[in-house]
C-alpha cells in the first residue's frame, strides 16, 4: 500500500514518515513539503537516512496525492481540506488528525467522504480512544452528581485550545451525560466572577516546553474524585494508530469514519 504524508519535513510528519517506512505492509511513496521548501525534490528515503527509494518529497498537491494510494495528513485545517477534496475526486484514502476545525469546515470534510474513505480523529492513539470510551460510560453512571473538568497540556508552539482531543473527552462526558457539548461546555472563566453552574464540562488548558500531550478528565464529587487521565510520552503512538487507520481504510467504502470504527 503506497501512502504520502503531508508537511513531511514537520515534527509529526517525520514521525509518521518513519513509522510508514518501517511498516511491511506499506510503502512510503510521497511526501509532501509547502512551496519553496528547500527539501522539495529529495528523494523520500535518503531524506529518513535510509536507500535511496525513488521517491521524491514536492510542494505540488496533485504529484503528491498521485503518488499515493491513501493520504496521512497532520496539518491544518486549510491545507487538510484541500487535500480532502483532492482525495476525493481521485477517490485516494484519508486519514487526518487535523485538529482546529470549525464547525463548517468539519461538516465539509465530511461532505467528501461521499467518494472516498476518510478517517478524522482528534487522536490517533489507542490508550486516548479508550479513555473516551471509559470517560463516555463515567459520565453515564455519575450523572451530574459529580462535576466534570478536562484538563490538557501541550508544548508552547500548539495553536489551537482546548486541544481537540480535549474537546472529543468533553463530547464523550456530554453523549455519556446525553448533552449537548455546546449548551454546557465552559472553555473561559477569567473573569467570570461566578458560581459553576451545575452540569457544566469546564476545560482548562495549559501551554508549555515540549509536552507531547496530556490529558484528565476530572469527576469531582462531594467527598471523593476521580480523575481518568492519559500521558504521551511520544508521537509514534498517533503515527503507528494513523498508519493502522490507512490500512483498515484500504478494505472500506465511501465514507467518514473515526478511529472508534477502527479500533471496533
Known amino acids: 500500500m503506497k501512502i504520502g504524508v503531508s508537511a ?56 503528491f496525492i498521485d503518488s499515493a ?9 486549510t491545507l487538510s481540506l484541500q487535500l480532502a477534496e483532492l482525495c476525493s475526486k481521485q477517490q485516494k484514502i484519508l486519514v487526518c488528525g487535523t485538529t482546529g476545525f470549525s464547525s463548517a469546515e468539519k461538516q465539509k470534510l465530511a461532505e467528501f467522504a461521499k467518494n472516498t ?86 476545560f482548562a488548558t495549559l501551554r508549555g516546553g515540549d509536552v507531547v500531550g496530556d490529558h484528565t478528565v476530572i469527576f469531582a464529587g462531594d467527598g471523593e474524585r476521580l480523575e481518568l487521565t492519559h500521558k504521551a510520552s511520544n508521537r509514534y503512538i498517533f503515527a503507528s494508530g494513523a498508519v493502522r487507520a490507512a490500512i483498515w481504510a484500504s478494505a472500506k467504502s465511501a465514507g467518514f469514519y473515526s478511529m472508534q470504527d477502527v479500533l471496533k
Open 117 to 202: 474513505a476518510i478517517v478524522w480523529s482528534a487522536n490517533m492513539s489507542l490508550g486516548v480512544n479508550l479513555l473516551m470510551n471509559l470517560v463516555e460510560q463515567t459520565a453515564k453512571i455519575l450523572h451530574d452528581d459529580f462535576d466534570i473538568e478536562v484538563v490538557e497540556m501541550h508544548h508552547n508552539k500548539k495553536v489551537d485550545a482546548p486541544s481537540g482531543t480535549a474537546l472529543s473527552l468533553g463530547l464523550a462526558a456530554a453523549n455519556g451525560r446525553n448533552v449537548g457539548l455546546n449548551n454546557v461546555a465552559n472553555t473561559n472563566r477569567c473573569n467570570a466572577n461566578s458560581a459553576r453552574k451545575k452540569g457544566e464540562i469546564g
Open 69 to 77: 494510494d491513501a493520504i496521512i495528513d497532520f496539518s491544518s485545517p
Open 8 to 63: 513531511i519535513t514537520g515534527k509529526m510528519g517525520l514521525t509518521i514518515a518513519q513509522t510508514v517506512q518501517n511498516n511491511p505492509i506499506c510503502e512510503l511513496s510521497s511526501g509532501l513539503v509547502r512551496l519553496g521548501n528547500g527539501f522539495c525534490g529529495q528523494d523520500i528515503g535518503q531524506f529518513l537516512g535510509y536507500e535511496k527509494s525513488g521517491f521524491v518529497i514536492t510542494d505540488q498537491l496533485l504529484q
